[in-house]
């Protein structure tokens, strides 16, 4: 790959129409990645015998290019002459990551201010506990930090205007972002209340957003923003004609307050249709309610003019409906680790717990078996079936499951994982079915870290 360095030395940023990206993927889950610029894909590129690949961006445009490699995704950010060389360990994704090569120093800044804010984030929400003066005073700080080490490194690399801009938005949105969780992570539960305390000018900087930022509408910082933003504009709308500030999440008013937030501020076609498929999805997930669902779907069809995610929520809906309790548990493959294709209800012969796991949320796979592997222990007559619903590499999750000191006796993996989760209305990831032994939904929307969780395991045992 030095090699490649070699050949772009001559080449300086007015003069080079191109780049170059390649790496060194280990413990490879597929044998290519995907290139994308935004969401269209730029080219299929198959790894070499040693899991390497290089490839040649013509006619480069500055800005946000991504790599899929199995079900992760990156972020990195291309300028004419940058022959961009990155190396990771799949088993630990972005943690592993490290780029090399012309384009390297500003591409590890931010992967490393993205991980680092990640880590933050922790420390913030305790931060809400305070005062809102309080907690300006410690995110200001925390602000101010950020601004004075990016300067530092402005001065020492003489980086470009698109870095810049880049960079302090990375700044700017995570303080933005802290600013809108306020109320939901103070432990208030008199969300009415708690709007009412804050100064007057706590949203000032609400004036000068871009609702509608065709260049940061696929950046990370900049959605996670806005789905807060407007969690928290239309709060401050439904605090004022609700009777109850408590229960907000499955309200249906509110998350009706919610679309019509972003139907007001939103004229980007892409972020106003995916704002409306986020909170839409989320809502169905989480309400029992038939008519509740219906209402908002009747409001987001009337609003999202994306066709493939308006198929997708009404198909997701049509799935709920076929999980209501005392309907069959569906017929699904699933593969052991003797790579057995089974179908899941022959292993049901007692009041069961169906999980979900991926390797795209690798802490979650340990935070829910230690969870069950507890659970077992209180509840030895139920039994707990641990689903894989990866879509690639199933030696990749023979792989896991081995190494893991948490595994269960009953581990799978989808057969076929597209049809299965949708048919099981897999969303979100925590997502848990009880299962009496008859084969039949006892609760298809449960979860296992819910206060209410083994009320209703012992529900499901009681029957």
């Known amino acids: 790959m030095a090699c490649i360095t070699l050949l772009l030395i001559s080449c300086g940023k007015d003069s080079c129409k191109y780049a170059i990206i390649g790496g060194e993927i280990i413990n490879n889950n597929t044998d290519y990645v995907v290139i994308f610029d935004s969401k269209d894909v730029i080219d299929t590129i198959k790894l070499d015998g040693n899991n390497r690949f290089t490839y040649k961006i013509e006619n480069l445009k ?3 290019y991504t790599f899929r490699h199995g079900g992760e995704i990156q972020m990195f950010l291309l300028e004419p002459g940058d022959s961009l060389m990155f190396r990771l360990n799949t088993f630990d994704f972005d943690e592993s990551l490290v780029y090399t090569g012309k384009g390297a120093k500003k591409n590890n800044y931010l992967i490393n201010d993205f991980l680092k804010s990640e880590k933050e984030e922790k420390q913030v929400f305790k931060f809400c506990q305070l005062s809102p003066e309080a907690f300006t005073k410690k995110i200001d700080s ?4 950020k601004n004075k ?6 001065e020492k690399h003489n980086t470009s205007q698109l870095f810049n801009k880049i960079a302090q938005a990375n700044i700017d949105y995570d303080y933005y972002s802290s600013k809108e969780i306020y109320p939901f992570v103070h432990y ?3 969300k009415k209340k708690i709007i009412e305390a804050l100064p007057a000018n706590f949203y000032d900087y609400r004036k000068n957003i871009n609702y509608n930022d065709n260049f940061f509408k696929d950046y990370f910082n900049y959605t996670s923003f806005l789905k807060r933003s407007f969690n928290n504009i239309a709060l401050e709308t439904h605090v004022k004609h609700t009777k109850s500030p408590y229960e907000i999440w499955t309200n249906t008013c509110y998350n009706l307050d919610k679309m019509a937030a972003i139907d007001s501020l939103v004229t980007n076609t892409e972020i106003k249709n995916e704002l409306l498929y986020h909170y839409g999805m989320k809502f169905l997930s989480k309400n029992k309610n038939i008519e509740d669902n219906e209402k908002i779907i009747k409001y987001f069809l009337s609003k999202s003019s994306n066709e493939k995610n308006n198929e997708m929520v009404v198909a997701y809906n049509t ?6 309790p005392g309907e069959s548990f569906p017929d699904i493959n699933v593969r052991n680790l003797t790579q057995d294709v089974i179908n899941i209800n022959a292993i049901i012969n007692k009041p069961t717990v169906i999980y979900f796991w991926s390797h795209l949320y690798k802490d979650y796979f340990e935070t829910s078996h230690k969870r069950v592997k507890d659970l077992i222990i209180k509840y030895p007559e139920v039994e707990f079936i641990s689903v894989n619903i990866d879509d690639y590499s199933k030696d990749r999750w023979a ?5 893991k ?7 799978y993996i989808l057969e076929t994982p597209e049809e299965s989760v949708k048919k099981l209305a897999v969303y979100p990831l925590t997502k848990v079915i009880l299962v009496s032994e008859e084969h039949k939904i006892v609760n298809g929307h449960a979860n296992m870290f819910s206060n209410r969780f083994e009320q209703e395991l012992l529900g499901l045992l009681n029957r």
């Open 149 to 154: 080490k990016l300067k530092k490194y402005q």
């Open 319 to 324: 799935s709920i409906n076929k999980l209501k």
């Open 142 to 145: 925390i602000r101010a930090e």
């Open 405 to 411: 000191k948490h595994a269960l006796k009953h581990e």
């Open 188 to 190: 208030g539960r008199n």
């Open 62 to 64: 500055p800005g946000f």
């Open 399 to 403: 792989t896991t499951v081995k190494n």
